[in-house]
Antibody
């Protein structure tokens, strides 16, 4: 069974660093890209970027380039989303999601993680 | 970047009503469009992909149409369980989502 299991909720202060994770199981981790999607409180879905776990090649949305870092460790089939200096505006739910085809890096997502709530407040 | 615009932002309808949501892309995306349903506190659930293909297990009252840059999601007979926010998503070039349509039951 394909599963994407994300790390738990985080409460951080502005300026702190953070890394959240997405543990994949039930499929060949290196065959499918992992994408990250943000959902701010009461708002819509925003694509942040993606990673090819096979070679760690990444693409970012211009809106998020330089603000976050996406990485992966194929030895433990886990993808990460990282901030070096959080802002209050980073408070959101973050989802990882997998495209439905190993041959189409942009395919629609067929599996989603459960989401990680990040709260940044002084 | 491809920008997706949904309308309306909110709609209120009665049980049994036919409901239509429109999604427009800023450029042609062929049929590389998906529709999702999201309920509070839950991850999005795939309803339709390739603009008109119903995901397995999704009730047949949901249907999608369109190609190029204009698409619609139709709920043929609104049910109480359909209370949710609906998003379109293009997957022609990376991913981009519409801003969402909140469906309320009168």
């Amino acid at each position: 069974e394909v599963q994407l299991v994300q790390s738990g909720a985080e409460v951080k202060k502005p300026g702190e660093s953070l890394r959240i994770s997405c543990k994949a199981s039930g499929y060949s981790f290196t065959s499918y890209w992992i994408n990250w999607v943000r959902q701010m409180p009461g708002k819509g879905l925003e694509w942040m970027g993606r990673i090819d776990p096979g070679d760690s090649y990444t693409n970012y949305s211009p809106s998020f380039q330089g603000h976050v870092t996406i990485s992966a460790d194929k030895s433990i089939t886990t993808a990460y989303l990282q901030w070096t200096s959080l802002k209050a505006s980073d408070s959101a739910i973050y989802y990882c999601a997998r495209p439905g085809s190993p041959y189409d890096s942009s395919a629609y997502p067929d599996y989603w993680g459960q989401g990680t709530l990040v709260t940044v407040s002084s | 970047d491809i920008h997706m615009t949904q309308s309306p932002s909110t709609l209120s309808a009665s049980v049994g009503d036919r409901v239509t949501i429109t999604c427009r892309a800023s450029q042609s995306i062929s049929n590389r469009l998906a529709w999702y349903q999201q309920k509070p506190g839950r991850a999005p659930k795939l309803l339709i992909y390739k603009a008109s293909t119903l995901e397995s297990g999704v009730p047949s009252r949901f249907s999608g149409s369109g190609s190029g840059a204009e698409f619609t999601l139709t709920i043929s007979s609104l049910q109480p369980d359909d209370l949710a926010t609906y998003y379109c998503q293009q997957y022609n070039t990376y991913w981009a989502f519409g801003q969402g349509t909140k469906v309320e039951i009168k």
